[in-house]
């Protein structure tokens, strides 16, 4: 699947889940990201594992600071 | 042999108790000392400037070990702040929130005395999920989190806000935390853990084949952990987050990324954790624990976080990392530690307040 953008509780976020080159990234950010199979995990939200790199993205950008605070 | 320390329930603790706990955590803030656990659990699932990823406490059998002594270290930190602040030898421990039965006998919540505005503080609100009352309340001239990783680790970005948010419940996945029957389930396994000896072990690609209730699955740690679904009957929807990982999810906001002890309801949590590892080990002392030394690294099969698996650190007697002799910058040389030093919690000189263990003395035998 091509990169594709998306925004979350006023997050830009970037997915590219290529295989070989699996990247997301928030506000620029980019993330620490693992695994396949639909388990998906990062130490952003280091407790449980993701259906997809969506979830995951959304999860992560649910916690992080809002970029006007 | 010096008294045992008992840690007792957080709901058993006297309205002086909680004031002196509170007191002394933000005395351990304020110099600096809180910090360091908030650090070292970053770097304990973070990755170096060279480009390696730590797994020291987490997705690894030393996943119970090594947070024992974290919250041994931080027990005798907490002391310490408390002896500063009394001018007494301090007989404070720390408290366990028993996230299982949070309801007294007469079926009252506990509720809130743990999240009450005198000990913990309460649920966050507003867009931002904020914590606003309490003692823990802040950002800016209050409770400011940490989000720094230790020297020579890579920075830790994109990071939360100041202030401490929680989310009680609110990811759609845990909605509700660990019951007795889940627990039962994770205490009647028998073996400590297995290979691949990561979160993949017990877990099957095909939901189909899953066992009810953990059933035959050979890593109580990978269960206990959380990695592992759980299944209530053969035709039941599987709950993906359990046991411990569920309770860092259910609370949500500041406990879900590797800097989750800026919660400080993390260490009554990372309490309760270690008083049902215990509990676990008590119903028998002679399971041991694995990897014993000199088990070869195991290729992961599905690509956790690191494709080959270091166990380096997790072996019956590795030091465990940042206990291994570095020189720390906090806390100066660092003692070496390997998970069969800590083992048996009673050699440790703490036991747990009520104790149903039923076999276990200090000497490690029955």
């Known amino acids: 699947m091509a990169e594709r953008a998306l925004t979350h509780k006023g997050h830009s976020i970037v997915i590219n889940d290529d295989p070989d080159e699996m990247t997301v990234s928030i506000d620029g950010e980019p993330l620490r990201v693992f695994g396949a199979a639909g388990r998906y995990w990062t130490p952003h939200q280091g407790y449980q594992q993701f259906d997809s790199l969506d979830d995951l993205a959304r999860a992560v950008a649910a916690i992080t600071r809002k970029p006007d605070r | ?366």
């Open chain 2, 1 to 366: 042999m010096a008294a045992l320390r008992k840690r007792i329930n957080q709901a058993d603790m006297s309205s002086d108790q909680r004031d002196r706990y509170v007191k002394a955590v933000l005395q351990m803030k304020q110099t600096g000392v809180y910090d360091w656990y908030v650090q070292t659990h970053i770097d304990s699932m973070w990755m170096q400037t060279d480009g390696t990823m730590n797994m020291w406490a987490h997705h690894r059998p030393a996943f119970l070990p090594w947070h024992r002594q974290f919250m041994l270290d931080f027990e005798n930190d907490l002391r310490t702040a408390d002896t500063a602040l009394t001018g007494k030898p301090s007989d404070l421990t720390l408290p366990y929130w028993d996230w299982i039965n949070y309801r007294s006998k007469k079926k009252f919540l506990w509720w809130g005395r743990i999240w009450g505005d005198n000990f913990m503080g309460p649920n966050g609100s507003g867009s931002n999920n904020e914590v606003t009352s309490g003692p823990f309340q802040g950002g800016g001239t209050g409770w400011v989190l940490s989000y720094n990783s230790g020297p020579g680790f890579t920075p830790f970005t994109p990071v939360g806000p100041a202030y401490l948010t929680r989310q009680f419940g609110q990811d759609p996945n845990v909605d509700s935390l660990p019951t007795q029957e889940q627990w039962d389930a994770a205490r009647a396994l028998t073996v400590y853990d297995t290979a691949p000896w990561d979160s993949n072990v017990g877990v099957n690609p095909a939901p189909s084949l899953n066992p009810v209730r953990f059933a035959g699955i050979n890593s109580f740690r990978n269960v206990f952990e959380g990695w592992v679904p759980y299944y209530d009957s053969a035709t039941a929807l599987p709950l993906n987050v359990n046991l411990h990982n569920r309770v860092h999810v259910w609370v949500g906001g500041a406990m879900g990324p590797m800097s989750s002890p800026n919660d400080p309801v993390f260490f009554l949590h990372h309490c309760n954790v270690d008083r049902l590892w215990a509990q676990w080990w008590s119903d028998d002392p002679s399971r041991p624990y694995l990897p014993k030394d000199g088990e070869p690294n195991p290729t992961d099969p599905v690509g956790d976080p690191n494709p080959l698996i270091d166990l380096q650190g997790h072996h019956l007697h590795d030091p465990m990392p940042p206990w291994d002799g570095r020189n720390d910058p906090l806390k100066g040389t660092m003692p070496t530690i390997t998970p069969a030093d800590v083992l048996n919690h009673l050699a440790l000189g703490y036991g747990y307040d009520p104790d149903d263990r039923v076999a276990l003395t200090a000497s490690g035998t029955p």
